[in-house]
C-alpha cells in the first residue's frame, strides 16, 4: 500500500483541510505500522504558480505548511514529507503525461472553468494542466490510495484515465508502467463550506478571512468567527433531513460531527430544537479545544527555520529515491533513448 497526497502551501492550513484531508494523513500514517504502508505527503508549490502569487509569500507559506502539518501530526520520520519541486521527477514524469493526456479531459475539468472563468486566454498553461502535474504526483510513486477531500475526487478520476492509457498504449498487460491510484474520501467531511456562504466551498483563497477557520487562529478568533457564521433564524431539527435546504447549518452541525467523531444524527439528537444561540458556543469550544494544541506546536516550530528545511531536504532524498526506477520506467516505455 502506498499512500500520497498533497496540499498547496498558498495561505493557511484551514479547517476543511484538516477534516477533509489531513485528519486522515495522520491516522493513515499511524496506521501505516501494522498495515505496512509508505505514506508520502507533499507540498504542491509547483501547483501554487499557476494562479497569480508572490514569490516572497509562497517560500514563507511553504516552510508554514511544513510547520502546520507536522504540527496537525504527520511525523517526518515515519512519513516522507517533501516539496514537490524538490523532487523534480514530478514534473519530469508531467511532460511525459503531457503526450498521454487529452484536451478535451482537461477541458471538463471543473477547478479549470471555475478559476479560469471567462478570461480563458488569459489563464495560464499551467492552470490548463495542472491535473496533468497531479496525475504525476501520485503516479510516479505508484500510489494505490490517495486520501482527499471531495473537491479532488475529478482530478483523481482523470490520474486514473491518464494512467490507464498509458499502460494501454505503451506497456503489455501483464507489465503495466502506472499503478491505477484510488481516491479515498471520508464521506462525513468531504466538504466543509464557508462559514460566510453556506454553497460555497471553504477556501484558503477566499478574500474574506471570516469565512474559515485557520489552523492557526487563536481562541478568540475562533469564537468570533463562529459567533459571525451565517445561519437562519430556525433552531435546529431533530433529524437529518431537516436540515436539508439549510446550508449554513448543515455545515455548523457537520463540523460539530466531524470534530466530535459524531454522526450528525446524534449531534442533532443533542442539540434538536436549540437555537444557534446554545448551538454556536459549544461549537465553538469544541473547535478551540481540537485545535488550540495544534496551534500552540506550530507557533513553536514555525520558529526554527533549520529545522523545517532539514524536514524537506531529507524528505525530498527519500521520495527522488523512490519515484526515480518509474520515471525510468516510462522512459524506456516510451522509446526514449537515455544513453
Ligand atoms: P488543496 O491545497 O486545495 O487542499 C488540500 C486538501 O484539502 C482538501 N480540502 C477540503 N476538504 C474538505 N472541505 C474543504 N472545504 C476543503 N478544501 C480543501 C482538498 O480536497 C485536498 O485534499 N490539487 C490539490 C493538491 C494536490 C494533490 C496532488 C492532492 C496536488 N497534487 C496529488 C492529492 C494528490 C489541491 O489544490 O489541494
Known amino acids: 500500500m502506498r499512500i500520497v497526497s498533497g496540499i498547496q502551501p498558498t495561505g493557511n492550513l484551514h479547517l476543511g483541510n484538516y477534516l477533509g484531508a489531513i485528519r486522515n494523513w495522520v491516522k493513515m500514517q499511524d496506521e501505516a505500522a501494522a498495515s505496512g504502508a509508505q505514506c508520502l505527503y507533499f507540498l504542491a508549490d509547483l501547483h501554487a504558480i499557476s494562479m497569480p502569487y508572490d514569490p516572497a509569500d509562497l517560500t514563507a507559506n511553504t516552510r508554514g505548511m511544513v510547520a502546520a502539518l507536522v504540527a496537525c501530526g504527520i511525523d517526518p520520520d515515519r512519513s516522507i514529507l517533501f516539496n514537490q519541486s524538490q523532487v523534480p521527477q514530478h514534473a519530469e514524469l508531467q511532460?511525459?503525461?503531457?503526450?498521454?493526456?487529452?484536451?478535451?479531459?482537461?477541458?471538463?475539468?471543473?477547478?479549470?472553468?471555475d478559476k479560469?472563468?471567462?478570461?480563458?486566454?488569459?489563464?495560464?498553461?499551467?492552470?490548463?494542466?495542472?491535473?496533468?502535474?497531479?496525475?504525476?504526483?501520485?503516479?510516479?510513486?505508484?500510489?494505490?490510495?490517495?486520501?482527499?477531500?471531495?473537491?479532488?475526487?475529478q482530478h483523481l478520476e482523470l490520474a486514473r484515465d491518464i494512467a490507464q492509457k498509458f499502460n494501454n498504449d505503451f506497456a503489455s498487460e501483464d507489465a503495466p508502467v502506472f499503478t491505477l491510484p484510488e481516491p479515498y474520501i471520508l464521506p462525513e467531511a468531504a466538504r466543509?463550506?464557508?462559514?460566510?456562504?453556506?454553497?460555497?466551498?471553504?477556501?484558503?483563497?477566499?478574500?474574506?478571512?471570516?469565512?474559515?477557520?485557520?489552523?492557526?487562529?487563536?481562541?478568540d478568533t475562533i469564537m468570533q468567527k463562529i459567533k459571525k457564521a451565517k445561519t437562519d433564524p430556525e433552531p435546529l431539527p431533530s433529524d437529518k433531513g431537516g436540515l436539508e435546504g439549510r446550508p449554513e447549518a448543515a455545515n455548523l452541525v457537520g463540523i460539530y460531527a466531524a470534530?466530535?467523531?459524531?454522526?450528525?444524527?446524534?449531534?442533532?439528537?443533542?442539540?434538536g430544537g436549540e437555537g444557534f444561540g446554545r448551538f454556536k458556543p459549544a461549537l465553538g469550544e469544541l473547535v478551540v479545544e481540537k485545535l488550540s494544541p495544534i496551534n500552540a506546536r506550530f507557533l513553536e516550530l514555525r520558529e526554527d527555520r533549520a529545522a523545517l528545511d532539514?524536514?524537506?531536504?531529507?524528505?525530498?532524498?527519500?521520495?527522488?529515491?523512490?519515484?526515480?526506477?518509474?520515471?525510468?520506467?516510462?522512459?524506456?516505455?516510451?522509446?526514449?533513448?537515455r544513453g
Open 95 to 113: 511532460w511525459l503525461l503531457n503526450g498521454t493526456a487529452r484536451m478535451g479531459w482537461l477541458n471538463r475539468m471543473t477547478q479549470w472553468k
Open 116 to 153: 479560469a472563468g471567462k478570461n480563458r486566454e488569459g489563464a495560464s498553461v499551467a492552470l490548463f494542466t495542472y491535473p496533468v502535474l497531479q496525475a504525476a504526483d501520485v503516479l510516479v510513486h505508484q500510489a494505490t490510495h490517495v486520501p482527499v477531500g471531495d473537491d479532488q475526487k
Open 192 to 219: 466543509i463550506m464557508s462559514l460566510r456562504n453556506g454553497s460555497a466551498k471553504m477556501s484558503k483563497s477566499d478574500p474574506s478571512d471570516m469565512s474559515r477557520i485557520n489552523m492557526t487562529d487563536d481562541a
Open 259 to 271: 470534530l466530535a467523531e459524531m454522526t450528525v444524527g446524534d449531534v442533532l439528537a443533542q442539540f
Open 310 to 337: 532539514a524536514i524537506l531536504h531529507k524528505g525530498a532524498e527519500k521520495a527522488r529515491a523512490l519515484a526515480v526506477p518509474t520515471l525510468n520506467k516510462a522512459y524506456e516505455a516510451l522509446g526514449l533513448v
